[in-house]
C-alpha cells in the first residue's frame, strides 16, 4: 500500500500515478478537495487495476493528520510513505510576513513529523516499509529569496536522516528526496522554458526506483537538478 501526501497535483500526483500504473493500491491525501478528487478519477480510469483512494486533508492542521492517518490505517499498514506536502512562499529573512516560518514549519516540517509519527507504529510492528520525504535543493543550500521556506526545508531534511537513524532496527528505510526546480503546475505563466528545468515524471522515476531494491539497499538521499544547474 502506497500513501501519499500533496497527491493532487506536481510531484505528489506524478509519484502515485507511477505506483498506480504498477497495480498498487494508492492513497492520496491533498487540501485541495476538488484537485484531489479529479486526480483520483483521473487515476481510476487510467489504471482500473490499481486501487486509487483519497481523502482531503489539510496536513497542516494534526487534526486533519489525526482523521487522514486513521483513515489510512483502516485500509491497512502502508508499505510505502511519501511525505510530499508542502508550500513555497518566497522572501528574505528581513522582510518576509511576520508569520512566514510559522506557516513554512506547519506546511513543510510538521506535516511530515506528525504523518510519520502516525503511521510509524503499524510499520515498525511489521519491520518493514519505505519512507520518502520530498525536501528540496534548498534543504542544501541557501540561495535568494528562500527565507523561512529554506529553514523549513533544511529542518526537513533534518528529520529525514534522523529518522533513517532511528528506523534501521526495524528494517524501514528512509529516504530524503532534494530535487531542484521540476516543471509543475505552479510554474505556468512564470515564462520559465519548461525545457529548462526537469519533469515532476524525473523524480517519480527516482523514487519509484529507489523503492524497488533488494531489502539489503536503501538510497539514503536523491538529489536531482535540471541538466544545466539551478535556476
Not at 526537513?156 to 526546480?181: D, Q, W
Amino acid at each position: 500500500m502506497i500513501v501519499v501526501t500533496g497527491a493532487s497535483k506536481g510531484i505528489g500526483k506524478s509519484i502515485a500515478r507511477i505506483f498506480a500504473a504498477d497495480n498498487a493500491t494508492v492513497l492520496l491525501g491533498s487540501r485541495g478537495e476538488t484537485a484531489l478528487y479529479n486526480t483520483l478519477q483521473e487515476m481510476q480510469t487510467a489504471y482500473p487495476q490499481a486501487t486509487v483512494k483519497a481523502m482531503p486533508a489539510d496536513f497542516s492542521l494534526k487534526s486533519d493528520v489525526d482523521n487522514w492517518c486513521e483513515w489510512v490505517l483502516k485500509q491497512g499498514t502502508p508499505d510505502i510513505l511519501i511525505n510530499n506536502a508542502g508550500r513555497f512562499i518566497p522572501g528574505s529573512i528581513h522582510d518576509e510576513p511576520a508569520d512566514a516560518l510559522e506557516t513554512m514549519l506547519q506546511q513543510n516540517l510538521f506535516s511530515a513529523y506528525y504523518v510519520t509519527r502516525q503511521l510509524l507504529p503499524a510499520m515498525m510492528a511489521c519491520k518493514s516499509g519505505h519512507i520518502f520525504t520530498i525536501c528540496s535543493i534548498a534543504s542544501l543550500q541557501a540561495y535568494p529569496n528562500g527565507g523561512a521556506y529554506s529553514i523549513s526545508k533544511h529542518a526537513l531534511l533534518g528529520f529525514s536522516r534522523n529518522l533513517r537513524e532511528e528506523m534501521k532496527p526495524y528494517n524501514i528505510k528512509v529516504t530524503a528526496v532534494m530535487p531542484g526546480a521540476a516543471y509543475t503546475d505552479s510554474w505556468s505563466g512564470s515564462g520559465v522554458d519548461p525545457q529548462r528545468i526537469m519533469e515532476a515524471d524525473d523524480i517519480a522515476r527516482m523514487v519509484f526506483a529507489a523503492a524497488t531494491l533488494s531489502n539489503s539497499a536503501c538510497v539514503e538521499d536523491i538529489v536531482l537538478r535540471p541538466q544545466l544547474g539551478d535556476l
